[in-house]
């Protein structure tokens, strides 16, 4: 197999190199960044990439789910200190091609990471499922806003003015822009474009109901 390095910590690449090579056939090769990665896939576009996504230079996970999404032969094992529900829930919902692994984490699992990428499977440890699980729960959590605050989600999401919203409900502008920060501050969201996520996900609209 052909496995490439993406990982900027020097003793982190010496020690998966080792380990990669106690199987002769395996060749190893290193990407410092972006750039050296694309080009060794386009190279070797069925290698496994050992990624540490907090280290690298992929501006987003957009970026790196294109990436991904273009060598759809590859592999990926995410090898990181800390990465987030959100990322971890994202990324693998996108794509079959993540595993996902932590660097604290034993030994036995970069084994089993490793022989799954081989048989084109993933593996996700138990520490990313759990963090999987307990997004997958927060979005999916009703009680978050206020059947109020649920209402105007939805007309948000579904393109809807403030002047509009208050009008439906015989209110006033400022309680729907009041409602508005509410529900802004409790989702930790900044725009609308993010309302539209939310609301997607949790199940508040259906995409049929409007046009990206």
């Given at each position: 197999?052909?496995?490439?390095?993406?990982?900027?910590?020097?003793?982190?690449?010496?020690?998966?190199?080792?380990?990669?090579?106690?199987?002769?056939?395996?060749?190893?090769?290193?990407?410092?960044?972006?750039a050296g990665l694309v080009q060794l896939l386009i190279?070797?576009?069925?290698a496994t990439v050992l990624l540490d996504y907090t280290l690298f230079d992929f501006a987003d996970e957009d970026q790196l789910l294109i990436t991904v999404e273009r060598f759809a032969q590859s592999q990926w094992i995410l090898l990181s200190d800390e990465l987030t529900p959100q990322f971890l829930r994202r990324v693998t919902y996108a794509s079959?091609?993540?595993?996902?692994?932590?660097?604290?984490?034993?030994?036995?699992?970069?084994?089993?990471a490793l022989s799954a990428a081989a048989q084109h499977e993933r593996y996700l440890c138990?520490?990313?499922?759990?963090?999987?699980?307990?997004?997958?729960?927060?979005?999916?959590?009703?009680?978050?806003?206020t059947a109020t605050e649920t209402e105007i989600?939805?007309?948000?999401?579904l393109g809807k003015?403030?002047?509009?919203?208050?009008?439906?409900?015989?209110?006033?502008?400022?309680?729907i822009t009041t409602h508005r920060k509410n529900i802004f501050r409790k989702l930790n969201i900044n725009t609308a474009h993010e309302v539209v996520k939310y609301a997607l996900r949790a199940g508040l609209i259906d995409s049929s109901e409007f046009y990206i």
């Open positions: 197999m052909d496995f490439i390095l993406a990982d900027n910590q020097e003793l982190t690449r010496w020690a998966l190199e080792a380990l990669i090579q106690q199987t002769q056939d395996n060749v190893v090769y290193k990407a410092s960044n972006r190279e070797h576009s069925d079959r091609q993540f595993s996902v692994l932590f660097k604290d984490g034993p030994l036995s699992e970069v084994r089993q138990q520490r990313a499922l759990e963090a999987i699980i307990s997004q997958q729960q927060e979005v999916e959590k009703p009680d978050l806003l989600v939805r007309a948000i999401a003015t403030t002047k509009e919203i208050a009008n439906e409900r015989f209110a006033s502008i400022h309680t």
